[in-house]
T-cell receptor, first 111, second 116 residues
Framework: GENVEQHPSTLSVQEGDSAVIKCTYS??????FPWYKQELGKGPQLIID?????GEKKDQRIAVTLNKTAKHFSLHITETQPEDSAVYFC??????????FGTGTSLTVIP | GAVVSQHPSRVICKSGTSVKIECRSL??????MFWYRQFPKQSLMLMAT?????????EQGVEKDKFLINHASLTLSTLTVTSAHPEDSSFYIC????????????FGSGTRLTVV
């Protein structure tokens, strides 16, 4: 099955700086890659996603890039704000409706 | 957008009792819902896939007799933790997908279960 690896596990940045989180996947058949933000005590929320026919997608301060050949995708957050502090999970589509999640990155934005 | 409602958000129960957690898709029909367990500072661990009108599919290592899943309608799936023990204390999260493969999950808000 799919194996998704995520790095780093923790990340601290100064407010206003950029943050980058990287994921790799193993199954070349995966074609959909969502990113989730999880705040403490809450369920994950979808923040951006990308499909395999697209190399990059941007939504205001967040962007995702996908390199199908290398089987890796990244989340980029620019002009970080304290409210961006949360745990971020990447995921890759598997068979059926199933998704495989990365291990999460705890992002702390220091005011 | 798609909304998934999960209740209760927190529950404390005594060892040996059973607890039911509900997961509802509020504005869409979900033929498939998923149940996850999450330990502190860890990722989501898929427990089972809940299919409307049929038996749930459990992941390896998950006791189906302990974690009973019922998906009686297109908008409701329930997870019952039977004969709960302290080691069952965890954060349980459900999710549903609006369409088939190629769409993201919508997650519920999670249930913090504490067994004392």
């Amino acid at each position: 099955g799919e194996n998704v690896e995520q790095h780093p596990s923790t990340l601290s940045v100064q407010e206003g700086d950029s943050a980058v989180i990287k994921c790799t996947y193993s199954d070349s058949a995966s074609n959909y890659f969502p990113w989730y933000k999880q705040e403490l005590g809450k369920g994950p929320q979808l923040i951006i996603d990308i499909r395999s026919n697209v190399g990059e997608k941007k939504d205001q301060r967040i962007a995702v890039t996908l390199n199908k050949t290398a089987k890796h995708f990244s989340l980029h957050i620019t002009e970080t704000q304290p409210e961006d502090s949360a745990v971020y999970f990447c995921a890759a589509s598997g068979t059926g409706n199933q998704f495989y999640f990365g291990t999460g990155t705890s992002l702390t934005v220091i005011p | 957008g798609a909304v998934v409602s999960q209740h209760p958000s927190r529950v404390i129960c005594k060892s040996g009792t059973s607890v039911k957690i509900e997961c509802r898709s509020l504005d869409f029909q979900a033929t498939t819902m998923f149940w996850y367990r999450q330990f502190p500072k860890q990722s989501l661990m898929l427990m089972a896939t809940s299919n409307e009108g049929s038996k749930a599919t459990y992941e390896q290592g998950v006791e189906k007799d302990k974690f009973l899943i019922n998906h009686a309608s297109l908008t409701l799936s329930t997870l019952t933790v039977t004969s709960a023990h302290p080691e069952d204390s965890s954060f349980y999260i459900c999710s549903a997908t609006l369409t088939g493969q190629g769409s993201g999950y919508t997650f519920g808000s999670g249930t913090r279960l504490t067994v004392v």
